[in-house]
């Protein structure tokens, strides 16, 4: 009986509610692990989670059968769960509506790995705002600003 073999590559963007710096260092590894964990689990192929303070950026090897956009809430709800249970914080965490969902070829994942794993350098040079809209314009995406994120200058 044949099968069906493939593998779909996506990055995926997105932001703390309110743009807050709430992934504070001393335990953001953790949550990046958990994240991982969680991309297991649902029987995809987690290949680096990372991301600054205020936003996160998470690549993986995708299955057809699994939904972006399922994958990507399960990573959002979970990981608030998460956050939340392991009071990181004194308030509520919660991530903001929305993400950004970029594809890319075989060739091109050893590339968007450094840049994941190179994130806190990078935004030493370049605002989140500037980096998203970056990927909206390389991917030729047409958005509209105000359902964007909601940005801090």
Known sequence: MAGTFSQIYIQYVFA????????????????????AGIIKGKDQKPIIVNGVDDHVHVFVGLKPAMCISDLVRDIKNNSSNFINEQKFLKGRFSWQEGYGAFSYAH????????????????????TFKEEYLDFLKKFDIEYNEKYLFEWID
Do not use: P
């Open 107 to 126: 060739s091109q994942i050893d590339n968007v790995y450094k840049y994941i794993a190179n994130q806190e350098a990078h935004h030493r040079k370049k």
């Open 16 to 35: 703390v509610k309110g743009r807050e710096n709430l992934l504070k260092k001393a335990w953001r590894d953790e949550v990046f692990k958990y994240m």
